[in-house]
């Protein structure tokens, strides 16, 4: 940016410059210096007490000959999994429902949001006592309703990651829900009003017409969906802490371990950026699927 003295707008060049400074030294100190720091640290064996030794791509031959690395990937990959579809599904199908012009129908819609806004520290300690395997209160409505003896969700590695999905499930499906409920409600009345008219049923309109309208959030949906997935760390550490046997220990959750409880900076600059690599090739894949992002 030019600021010649006969540029007729040199005094709005310098406040703007003034006004943009702060904001540029926070991204460079805060942002663009920790993610080149991390990028040169996942070269080195650097551990906060000595200096960073350069050991080239060690960091990233020991992931790859890790076998537990692996098994947290795949926790990872079946968490992914096991989140994603039913965050679309249940949030596509919960907005057909709050769409509907009844009396109160805001009062659902605050209720189905409100899991959004609550912390995960106080929710997670909410659901550790309702999955609870001996007292918990959804075994003792299984046993008290059906007759039949719940599994021991948290403590069961069988269960352990099932219970984690449906916490994250009923925590975030308010938000997806919003987001398709505010895309519905831009699809003209009038295109399903001509459907009816030619004789078409609910479900007909609704795979036919809705879904197809509805691709651009679809696409917001399911990316935002894949990338908070892989970035899972929340409700693992207060519910879970990784366990049991490993059996919901992620990748982010296994970077905080490594990073800040055995200081081994290298290794945890290492796994953050095989994270990135991931999340950016599966967002890129998405994207370019969706033929720019804009139709799903």
């Known amino acids: 940016m030019k600021l010649n003295k006969s540029d007729p707008f040199r005094k709005e060049k ?12 926070g991204f460079l100190v805060f942002s663009a210096y920790p ?16 200096k960073p030794n350069f050991i080239g791509f060690q960091n990233y031959i020991n992931l790859l000959n890790d076998a537990r690395f692996w098994k947290i990937m795949k926790n990872t990959v079946l968490y992914v999994a ?18 509907k012009k ?35 209160l959804l075994n003792t409505l299984l046993w008290s309703i059906f007759h039949v003896k719940g599994p021991a969700w948290l403590m069961d590695p069988r ?4 219970s ?62 894949i990338i908070n997935s892989f970035q899972v760390f929340d409700n693992v550490y207060v519910m879970t802490g990784g366990g049991p046997m490993d059996a919901t ?15 081994r900076m290298g290794e945890a600059s290492a796994i953050a950026w095989v994270l990135f690599v991931i999340i950016f090739s599966i967002s890129y894949f998405r994207w370019r699927q969706s033929g720019g992002g804009y139709y799903a």
């Open 14 to 25: 310098i406040m703007g410059l003034i006004f943009v400074t702060p904001l540029l030294v």
């Open 35 to 50: 993610l080149v720091s991390s990028i040169y640290l996942s070269f080195t064996d650097y551990n906060i007490y000595t």
């Open 82 to 99: 096991g989140n994603v579809p039913l965050q679309v599904v249940l949030s596509l199908l919960l907005a057909n429902l709050l769409n």
């Open 102 to 136: 009844l009396r109160g129908i805001t009062i659902f819609r605050t209720a189905f949001y409100i899991p959004v806004i609550t912390s995960w520290v106080a929710a997670g300690v909410t659901l550790r006592w309702i999955l609870a395997s001996e007292v918990g």
């Open 159 to 162: 269960w352990a990651m099932i």
């Open 164 to 225: 984690v999905i449906m916490a994250n499930v009923w925590k975030g499906v308010g938000f997806n829900t919003m987001l398709y409920l505010a895309g519905l409600q831009d699809i003209p009345e009038e295109i399903n009003d001509a459907a009816l008219v030619d004789g078409t049923t609910k479900i007909q309109r609704f795979f036919y017409i809705t879904i197809p309208l509805l691709r651009p959030t679809t696409f917001f949906v399911s990316a935002m969906a």
């Open 249 to 263: 220990r992620v990748i982010v959750y296994h970077l905080y371990q490594v990073g800040f409880l055995f200081l």
